[in-house]
């Protein structure tokens, strides 16, 4: 089944979009079956995989009012093993129409379930707010990775943001965890980024991925192209680390593997 991980931040501007996209095709560069749902209005994730957000047939607005499947709406990109679910301004008028359904939060979540089997990564592009859109993708994924800059402000964001998931995992989805906090956009040169990756790791520990996302010019001109940065310019920075990222997580899901095959095997 496959590993379901939201990719948000109640701040804008984090580098969130930019994440799920090329983290997405990194995964799939090392052969995993990877799904991306755009839950944006703003439809980024959607445009920056290559994928045209105005001329699909159905997008994830269809899906969350019971008019689509997953299965019917997912769109193959031209990176191989990546496929995307379209996101678009739809999604404006979705979050409007939910709010007077009963199990409005769990619509995502069931329509997964139909696909979970095809992937080996599901990653969802939340807007930059904890609205009905957000809530669905934090119902239906069992990790949230967390991009966010580091800066002063960054870290009350980050607060709030924790205390939502804490809520949520009472209330709605006891499954739910951090998966990781990454450090983007980030300039080892400014002192102030550099005191605040340090107060994330004393106070996160392993839940910091190794990996820094530096700022890197040809990871910002991608989007403008259609295309995740590792097609664009594997060779850039940006590139390098989103697929020294993808392998982070990867290495993780191996080191919990093994640990749960070996307390099963002293519990028998």
Not at 110 to 137: F, G, K
Not at 145 to 157: D, F, H, K, N, R
Not at 209 to 233: K, W
């Amino acid at each position: 089944m496959a590993r379901i991980f939201a990719i948000t931040n109640q701040k804008g501007g984090v580098g969130k979009t930019t994440t799920c996209v090329n983290l997405a095709a990194s995964l799939a560069a090392t052969k995993r079956r990877v799904l991306l749902l755009d839950l944006d209005p703003q439809g980024n994730a959607t445009m920056g995989s290559g994928v045209d957000k105005h001329d699909v047939e159905n997008s994830i607005c269809d899906v969350l009012l019971g008019e689509a499947s997953i299965a019917e709406t997912r769109v193959n990109t031209e990176t191989e093993n990546l496929a995307v679910v379209p996101g678009n301004s739809d999604l404006t008028a979705a979050e409007v129409a939910l709010m007077n359904v009963e199990g409005r939060e769990h619509r995502l979540r069931d329509a997964l379930a139909l696909v979970e089997a095809d992937y080996d990564y599901i990653l969802i592009d939340c807007p930059p707010s904890l609205n009905m859109l957000t809530l669905n993708a934090l119902t239906a994924a069992e990790g949230v990775i967390i991009p966010m800059q580091c800066e002063y402000y960054a870290l009350e964001g980050l607060s709030a943001l924790i205390e939502t998931i804490g809520q949520l995992r009472a209330s709605v989805n006891p499954r739910l965890e951090i998966e990781g906090l990454l450090r983007t956009m980030f300039d080892p040169r400014n002192r102030l980024a550099n005191d605040v990756s340090n107060q994330l790791t004393t106070h996160f520990g392993d839940k910091v991925y190794r990996t820094l996302i530096p700022r890197n010019i040809r990871l910002a001109e991608a989007p403008s192209h259609g295309m995740p940065v590792i097609t664009y310019d594997k060779s850039s920075r940006g590139a390098v680390a989103y697929l020294a990222l993808a392998g982070e997580i990867l290495r993780r899901e191996e080191q919990q593997q093994a640990a749960a095959e070996a307390e099963a095997q002293q519990t028998a």
